[in-house]
């Protein structure tokens, strides 16, 4: 090899001395650094800005204000999760609940059509239409009068078991015609005036005796032997006991004046068959206004 060239040698071996020793005390000195401050790593990258020349690793970043320096973090600190991801509400979550059904009046019986044995007639509650008569009328045995064809039977076996009870009944009046209930009605306030009248009768097509379904009845062999005291005899307080049996009911009992409109008429007896007449004895005689959850009837309205 020429001296020349032993030469270039000499100095690329210099350059490269020049060049490798400051990066070994660089690396040296940041092994010491974090050795040292694995604690404190604030210190730490100040210490190694100070050891690195300037723009020796990019653009420095800057931290934000009271953080750590980019790229370090705090041993044992943990990234922050993720907020979780709200669960979507199911479909028609926030809709409204729908108001609970309310059963409509009637207990599954009809009380609207006027040929139902179960029809509630009263001041609120007319025939429909007014001039309704019914169809199967019958004679009722021992009395010059009809009623429907059950009715008829069932008033014929109430009247052999409360005569074998020593409590005979008779019969005083059963169906009316529109015609017939008018002319009553009529009479009533000819004989009291209007208001006593309204208490004592109902006017034509409002009158539970169009239905064919009530009876008004009288007590034989008996000192009273009119409707008027009919509520203390023998008679009466069979019927209260036992006209359930035979599917009649006392339809305008004592102490319901404000709900049937009329005042206590224990000789008038409607028939509403066996099933409901022994519902309302069950629940202790109330007027059908009160056992069907009706609004009560003490006028016309008017």
Not at 76 to 100: L, N, V, Y
Not at 127 to 144: K, T
Not at 247 to 261: L, Q
Not at 272 to 287: I, N, Q, R
Request: proline share 10%; with cysteine; hydrophobic share 40%.
């Amino acid at each position: 090899m020429t001296t020349a060239a032993r030469s270039r040698t000499r100095r690329r071996r210099r350059r490269v001395a020049f060049v490798v020793a400051p990066l070994l005390v660089v690396v040296s000195g940041i092994g010491a650094f974090v050795a040292l401050d694995r604690f404190a790593p604030d210190a730490l990258a100040a210490r190694v800005g100070a050891v690195l020349p300037s723009g020796w690793l990019g653009a420095p970043s800057v931290p934000a204000a009271g953080g750590p320096a980019p790229g370090l973090t705090t041993e044992g600190s943990a990234t922050p999760d993720a907020p979780p991801a709200a669960t979507p509400d199911p479909p028609g979550a926030d809709e409204p609940e729908p108001p609970p059904t309310v059963e409509p009046p009637g207990r599954g019986y009809d009380i609207d059509s006027p040929g139902s044995v179960t029809v509630v007639v009263n001041k609120r509650r007319p025939l429909d239409p007014l001039e309704y008569a019914p169809d199967d009328l019958v004679p009722v045995a021992g009395a010059a009068v009809t009623m429907r064809a059950a009715a008829a039977e069932a008033l014929a076996d109430l009247r052999a078991d409360a005569q074998r009870d020593g409590s005979p009944i008779a019969v005083h009046s059963a169906t009316r015609t529109y015609l017939e209930q008018r002319t009553t009605f009529e009479g009533w306030v000819a004989q009291l005036g209007d208001e006593k009248a309204e208490r004592a009768s109902a006017r034509a097509g409002y009158s539970e005796h169009q239905t064919g379904l009530a009876v008004d009845v009288v007590a034989l062999g008996d000192p009273c032997g009119v409707m008027s005291c009919f509520g203390q005899t023998d008679a009466s307080a069979w019927l209260v006991a036992n006209a359930y049996r035979y599917g009649f009911v006392v339809r305008y009992g004592d102490g319901h004046e404000s709900w049937t409109g009329y005042k206590a008429e224990p000789w008038h007896l409607r028939y509403v068959g066996s099933g409901l007449a022994a519902a309302v004895h069950e629940e202790g005689e109330p007027s059908l206004e009160e056992f069907f959850g009706l609004e009560p009837a003490p006028d016309y309205g008017e």
